[in-house]
């Protein structure tokens, strides 16, 4: 069983919005930090959110005031709700966790097309 499954890519339309999930197989507040990282065709995977044990948030600066990072303890579930997506936010999204060990997930392709 993998400890991360991301769920909610897909294609949307430029100025759409999609929400990602990261279902977590343990205690989401086991972990020091969680995040949401980003890799398009030929380039390096990026940090696009990330949320920390104490609730802290930080996002790239590309995607601030767009996306929005949470979670959820009752369900252990990591999102990322992405409004007004644009091209360049084509990319398959990983969900990362970290707990001394780094745990990633699979990934779930995100395609912004009209």
């Known amino acids: 069983q993998d400890l991360l499954v991301e769920s909610g890519g897909g294609v949307v339309q430029p100025g759409g919005s999609l929400r990602l999930s990261c279902a977590v197989s343990r205690d989401i507040l086991s972990f020091s930090a969680m995040g949401w990282y980003r890799q398009a065709p030929g380039k390096e995977r990026e940090l696009v959110a990330g949320i920390y044990a104490n609730g802290a948030t930080t996002y790239a600066d590309s995607v601030k005031g767009r996306f929005t990072i949470s979670r959820s303890r009752a369900e252990n579930v990591l999102s990322l709700q992405m409004n007004s997506v644009k091209h360049e936010d084509t990319a398959v999204y990983y969900c990362?966790?970290?707990?001394?060990?780094?745990?990633w997930g699979r990934g779930t392709q995100v395609t912004v097309s009209s």
């Open positions: 990362k966790a970290t707990s001394g060990w780094v745990y």
